[in-house]
């Protein structure tokens, strides 16, 4: 059979695999046919509940097996799945609904309480899927003009025959949205093939087999952390749910389980590199993998203490392209601040804004080709246009065909002589916070709407366990105080916890550029000194 979908990625597994683990959640872990069957069902619901080809399914809940068995069985049923991260405000889950015109909704009862106004204006909702609390748990979400159901009552039979809706690789399989430099999130359309080519080189270079034991430790929204799904189905392998709550439930599941596969950003391995590790928690790791932001090297040290029979894998991604670089770990005491090379069937470009190559040691900006490159950002023609342009250097195949698209990541990088990356900095203002890329903007006009402020620049400072802290700088309406208490309160109400900054200074005016813009890099300058 040729993986063409998402869902062929289990959908072998579960003829090769069958009995084998392939999910657990708490107490409960379900084989590989069993996790089929569930997602042919969720297939067969979704079809019958009237899912056309295309259509999307958000899926809002916290990992469980319902939550991937949503996932694929939207893949089954020739929609497009749209995870969202549970950390997410009700405004914030609302303009991603409406954004994609969201169909199903697959939540919690919690959740559908809190999200009751913002369904009310997202008449593209015509069903939410209620998990948790059997049916009853139905009647907990009363939206008008949308159904609601259980999962229970939605997904009650196996039916006859296997659901596997025509499709091919260059589908749409997934939106996942992050932050946007210009304030709103931004939607990253994935193709099937994407999807299944991520998990083979990803896969690949970390010689994952059926006998792997992951912990997937990331949110599904984030794309290293769905990635642990899609490796894992890939081979065989099985996959431990986790919901973080504390660094120690990390050492006491990869005890439990015997974890060979461990993928975390830098504010967690620094938080794990502190805690006491156990011989039955660490035997058993056989890699354990770094993304999202450069790992101090003091955190490697103590994380190779712990492990050290486990190989260290340093990695750079972009939601983009899904994953780009590796370090392998033989050259990790070499180039312990290398984010590698291109991983496998990917090529890795460093350019000038001229779209020429630029020469050992010169800075420039990453730029990546290869059929992991996303189709662009949905429903907006501008922001894809201005990151995905014909690769640099490849002009003259344009003469016989369309242009060859790659993704301009915004991010500096240099490149030594022996062809290995290094990470230099943003090309423009995003924040990289806890594994997360923040728009600065998107924190300023929740400052704005509270109606404390004049003005409000939000910006990123160097922070040993974070990566980045978000600071905003703020001065008052005219004529009154700031009360930064009183702004961080209402700003808490609307953001994400690693949204919301750590420190608000307020000055009497905001510097200005000669066009009238905020000053920036004065700022940034005046608040370093």
């Not at 046919?33 to 809002?60: F, Y």
């Not at 952390?225 to 986790?242: E, I, K, P, R, Y």
């Not at 890795?348 to 420039?364: K, Q, S």
């Amino acid at each position: 059979m040729i993986r063409t979908q998402l869902h062929h990625l289990l959908q072998d597994s579960a003829g090769i695999h069958g009995s084998r683990p392939a999910l657990t959640y708490k107490d409960e872990t379900c084989s590989y046919q069993d996790l089929w069957r569930t997602v042919q069902s969720v297939a067969r619901g979704l079809i019958g509940s009237g899912l056309e080809r295309g259509d999307r399914v958000a899926i809002l809940l916290d990992k469980r097996i319902e939550t991937v068995a949503a996932i694929f069985g939207t893949s089954a049923a020739g929609g497009v799945f749209v995870p969202i991260n549970p950390l997410l405000r009700p405004a914030q889950v609302g303009y991603i609904l409406g954004n994609c015109d969201v169909r199903v909704l697959v939540t919690s009862p919690e959740r559908l309480t809190q999200l009751t106004d913002e369904l009310g204006a997202r008449p593209s909702v015509e069903l939410v899927i209620v998990v948790g609390g059997g049916q009853s748990s139905a009647a907990a979400g009363t939206v008008p003009g949308v159904r609601v159901r259980s999962w229970d009552e939605e997904f009650t039979s196996d039916g006859l025959g296997e659901i596997d809706r025509d499709g091919i690789d260059l589908d749409i399989a997934a939106i996942l949205y992050t932050s946007g430099s210009t304030g709103k999130p931004k939607g990253v359309v994935l193709s099937h093939r994407n999807l299944i080519v991520g998990a083979e080189s990803v896969s690949q270079y970390l010689a994952n087999t059926a006998e792997d034991v992951i912990l997937s430790a990331l949110p599904l929204s984030f794309d290293a952390g769905f990635s642990q799904l899609t490796t894992a189905f890939g081979v065989g392998a099985h996959v431990v749910l986790m919901n973080y709550l504390l660094p120690a439930d990390v050492v006491r599941l990869c005890a439990r389980h015997g974890v060979t596969g461990l993928t975390c950003v830098p504010p967690l391995w620094i938080q794990i590199a502190d805690l006491a590790w156990p011989p039955e928690a660490a035997a058993t790791l056989r890699y354990f993998a770094n993304t999202g932001g450069r790992m101090p090297k003091s955190t490697l040290d103590k994380l190779r203490g712990h492990f050290p029979q486990a190989a260290p894998f340093l990695m750079y991604g972009l939601t983009e392209a899904f994953r780009s670089t590796y370090l392998d770990p033989a050259e990790v005491d070499r180039r312990p601040d290398s984010i590698g090379k291109a991983i496998p069937n990917a090529e890795i470009l460093v350019v000038r804004p001229d779209g020429t190559e630029c020469d050992p040691g010169e800075e420039g900006e990453l730029v990546h080709r290869g059929a992991l490159v996303s189709l662009g950002y949905w429903n907006d023609p501008d922001r894809t246009a201005e990151r995905f342009r014909p690769v640099p250097g490849r002009e003259r195949d344009a003469s016989w065909r369309a242009p060859e698209l790659a993704v301009w990541s915004g991010d500096g990088v240099t490149r030594d002589e022996d062809g290995f990356l290094y990470f230099v900095g943003r090309t423009d203002e995003m924040i990289k916070t806890s594994g997360y890329r923040v728009s600065p903007t998107e924190i300023e006009e929740v400052a704005f709407a509270s109606g404390l402020v004049r003005d409000a620049v939000a910006l990123g400072m160097d922070d040993a366990k974070l990566g980045q802290r978000v600071l905003l700088v703020a001065s008052p309406v005219a004529g009154q105080d700031l009360d930064t208490k009183e702004l961080l309160a209402v700003m808490r109400r609307q953001l994400p916890l690693y949204m919301l900054p750590s420190t608000v200074v307020v000055r009497p005016e905001l510097p200005r550029s000669p066009n009238g813009k905020f000053d920036r890099v004065r700022l940034r300058e005046e608040i370093g000194q």
